[in-house]
Nanobody, 119 residues
Framework: QVQLVESGGGLVQAGGSRRLSCVVS????????MGWYRQTPGKQRDLVAA???????IYGDSVKGRFTISRDNARNTVYLQMNSLKPEDTAVYYC?????????????WGQGTQVTVSS
């Protein structure tokens, strides 16, 4: 069974930084996409950033230049370094892992971690 456990959320002032971590345990495909999504009440869950097993990355337009995604394949861990945070970055952040065969195979989600940016 695959489990994703996020950490690092909390309250931060605008302009500050925060790093989220997500540890993936269980049997997962070695080739996969790991990513971070975020969601606010009443809105859809949006992609923040994603990274392939080989290190290729993509970012949502609103976070480009401020957030950096990285991964440690040996530790099955993905990170999201968030800098220059803005109040509009306030959301629940979810970790996600998709096997390369997705959607033929299931993807997996963490429980979410709240990030609140105060102005």
């Amino acid at each position: 069974q695959v489990q994703l456990v996020e950490s690092g959320g909390g309250l931060v002032q605008a302009g500050g930084s925060r790093r989220l971590s997500c540890v993936v345990s269980g049997s997962i495909f070695s080739r996969n996409f790991m990513g971070w999504y975020r969601q606010t009440p009443g809105k859809q869950r949006d992609l923040v950033a994603a990274i392939t097993s080989g290190g290729n990355t993509i970012y949502g337009d609103s976070v480009k230049g401020r957030f950096t995604i990285s991964r440690d394949n040996a530790r099955n861990t993905v990170y999201l370094q968030m800098n220059s945070l803005k109040p509009e970055d306030t959301a629940v952040y979810y970790c996600n892992v998709k096997p390369i065969t997705w959607p033929r195979e299931n993807d997996y989600w963490g429980q979410g971690t709240q990030v609140t940016v105060s102005s």
